[in-house]
């Protein structure tokens, strides 16, 4: 007997279990009940053992433990809330209630806790008797994430979701829990579809929510789901959340806003509460949470520079989704790896793994997954120098002169397109794509963004002169260097377009560092290998540098190429003005 503690403990573990098994269940039941009047300042305990003391269906535990599922939710205990609201379902007295919160488990359990394996046992318990509406949607909702990460065809879930919400949705009201979980698990089916008409009834469903949408989940509907054209307008909006999101974000903010925050590239400020939702998660009793934490910082790691961190980020959120069955999200972490892979010009890794990315989406019609293929082909084909196919890849995600409604990677790859359209003599599609990008207000959106349209804007040039000033104003947009290897290929991009004309080179001879694209910094960052010297980014701008007269511009120190790489390949013109395109490994 512990008197300080007030415990009682045993030599050995095996005689705690022994004088539990050797008393009488009466007996159990009168010690949790017992232990309940003791606990009754820690509620979750107190109704634990209240739970266990009775032997019948008791509303008013069961009611309890509903209470307390809800607060270990909260505090992303998504594992624990699904074996309290079970044991409610269990002692609940009403049929209709037995099923909702049954229902309920089983959606907790697809989207919190990713047990997708105990996802159909609970629904199939959930259906034992005529469903409510919240119950019915809880249901759907639950069974749309299991489908989405089995064989099943994305349209066909989709369908079958609408369907449930329209017969369902009563009043539309905004704090039904049911239905806020069915239009959240919608828009993850609208988002690896990847199709305008699947986002229409998700915005026909939003538009009839009272008294209003959730802030968290109409920032994430316009800045996700189509930042090109809804986005712009809830950016003031979106910058206000960010900042308060510490204080006074609800828990499904803290998701949804950092989600709304990935295009608009403002992932900076939610990295604080992305790592602490990875830090302080138990991975075995919350993974969805963490591992979609994971998924949301790996933008901001990789753009920022943090290679290494990017890596750990991909590979635990992979393991996670593999250990879970999220084959779904799996796709993500795989888009993640692949895009890394790219950018350090490991083809070999990045055609792996964008095959796994077409052979998962194509049999479920699932566009995004095609998309995430396309943008790391298109990124690896441009380090190659294969610009044709870069074109290809990058034309497939949002045709050149237009940013397609609804496909948000549109804004990932506008250098991707206008650099290969330069390239391979489609100089029109390239000067139309630069439009598209100012009539959308790309610039607006942040740094980067502007960067990047002022690049495209200055390869895409055909005046010299134009070119030149274009190119100074991309390269000096304030706030661009937090993302140096788009930095670096915007700089890459304006010197080989500057090295074209006369004009240019004598502007060259005289400019600032800012003119110089450094091969290492599109170097491998992190424990990785180097890239191949004739298939990456680094050699690529090895060359565009040796070719500036008068050697200028940075020269890569020695150690930044292998002893055994080969000469420069021989360089191409294009339209006979000398850019450069490689014509062999």
């Given amino acids: 007997?512990?008197?300080?503690?007030?415990?009682?403990t045993f030599r050995h573990p095996l005689t705690r279990s022994a004088?539990?098994?050797?008393?009488?269940?009466?007996?159990?039941?009168?010690?949790?009940?017992?232990?309940?009047?003791?606990?009754?300042?820690?509620?979750e305990h107190r109704?634990?053992?209240?739970?266990?003391?009775?032997?019948?269906?008791?509303?008013?535990?069961?009611?309890?433990?509903?209470?307390?599922?809800?607060?270990?939710?909260?505090?992303?205990?998504?594992?624990?809330?699904?074996?309290?609201?079970?044991?409610?379902?269990?002692?609940?007295?009403?049929?209709g209630e037995r099923s909702r919160r049954m229902a309920a488990a089983a959606q907790t359990a697809a989207r919190g806790s990713w047990q997708l394996t105990a996802v159909a046992q609970l629904l199939f318990h959930a259906q034992d008797a005529d469903l409510e509406p919240a119950a019915a949607l809880h249901v759907a909702a639950a069974a749309a994430i299991a489908m989405a990460n089995g064989?099943?065809?994305?349209?066909?879930?989709?369908?079958?979701?609408v369907a449930a919400i329209e017969a369902n949705a009563g009043t539309y009201d905004s704090s039904d829990e049911g239905l806020m979980a069915a239009i959240d698990t919608l828009s993850v089916l609208c988002l690896f579809g990847g199709r305008p008409q699947l986002w229409e009834p998700f915005f026909t469903t939003l538009g009839r929510l009272t008294p209003a949408v959730p802030r968290g989940l109409r920032l994430q509907a316009g800045a996700q789901a189509d930042p090109a054209h809804i986005g712009l307008p809830v950016l003031a909006e979106l910058d206000a959340a960010i900042a308060e999101m510490r204080d006074r974000s609800e828990p499904e903010d803290l998701l949804r806003i950092p989600a709304a925050a990935v295009y608009a590239d403002r992932l900076a400020g939610c990295r604080d509460i992305l790592r602490h939702q990875i830090a302080g998660g138990d991975e075995g009793r919350a993974p969805a949470r963490a591992t979609m934490a994971r998924l949301m910082l790996w933008p901001d790691a990789f753009g920022s520079g943090r290679w290494d961190e990017a890596d750990r980020l991909a590979a635990d959120a992979l393991a996670t989704c593999t250990a879970t069955g999220a084959s779904a999200y799996a796709q993500i972490c795989t888009y993640d790896l692949a895009l890394l892979a790219a950018a350090r010009g490991d083809t070999g890794t990045t055609d792996s793994l964008t095959t796994q990315l077409t052979q998962w989406a194509t049999p479920r019609g699932s566009r995004l997954g095609l998309v995430f293929a396309w943008h790391a082909r298109a990124l690896a084909a441009n380090g190659e120098g294969d610009f044709e196919t870069a074109y290809q890849n990058a034309a497939a995600i949002s045709p050149a002169g237009t940013l397609a409604a609804y496909e948000a990677t549109a804004l990932w790859v506008c250098l991707d397109v206008v650099e290969s359209a330069?390239?391979?003599?489609?100089?029109?599609?390239a000067q139309a794509h630069v439009a598209a990008m100012h009539a959308h207000g790309l610039p607006a959106i942040s740094p980067r963004l502007a960067?990047?349209?002022?690049g495209c804007a200055a390869i895409a040039a055909v005046a010299d002169d134009e070119a030149i000033r274009l190119a100074d104003r991309a390269l000096a947009v304030p706030g661009a260097e937090r993302w140096p290897f788009d930095r670096a290929r915007v700089a890459l991009a304006c010197a080989e377009r500057l090295h074209e004309g006369v004009p240019a080179r004598r502007h060259i001879a005289t400019s600032k560092r800012r003119w110089r694209p450094s091969s290492s910094s599109m170097h491998t960052r992190g424990r990785n290998a180097p890239p191949r010297p004739c298939g990456s980014w680094a050699y690529r701008a090895s060359r565009a540098t040796q070719r500036c007269p008068g050697r200028?511009?940075?020269?890569?120190?020695r150690s930044s190429r292998s002893p055994n790489s080969p000469p420069p390949a021989t360089a191409t013109s294009r339209s006979g003005r000398g850019c450069i395109c490689r014509t062999g490994p």
């Avoid at 007997?1 to 009682?8: F, I, K, N, P, T």
């Avoid at 200028?552 to 120190?557: D, K, L, V």
């Fill in 1 to 8: 007997m512990d008197e300080e503690q007030h415990r009682v």
């Fill in 19 to 43: 004088v539990v098994e050797m008393s009488t269940a009466a007996q159990r039941r009168v010690a949790h009940c017992t232990l309940a009047v003791a606990l009754a300042g820690r509620p």
């Fill in 47 to 95: 109704a634990r053992h209240l739970a266990a003391s009775v032997d019948q269906p008791d509303e008013d535990v069961a009611a309890l433990l509903e209470h307390c599922a809800r607060q270990m939710i909260q505090r992303n205990d998504a594992a624990g809330a699904v074996a309290a609201l079970t044991r409610a379902a269990d002692l609940s007295p009403a049929p």
């Fill in 151 to 161: 064989d099943y065809d994305i349209d066909t879930i989709h369908r079958l979701l």
């Fill in 422 to 429: 330069v390239h391979t003599n489609r100089q029109q599609a």
């Fill in 451 to 454: 960067m990047i349209t002022y």
């Fill in 552 to 557: 200028t511009m940075y020269s890569p120190p």
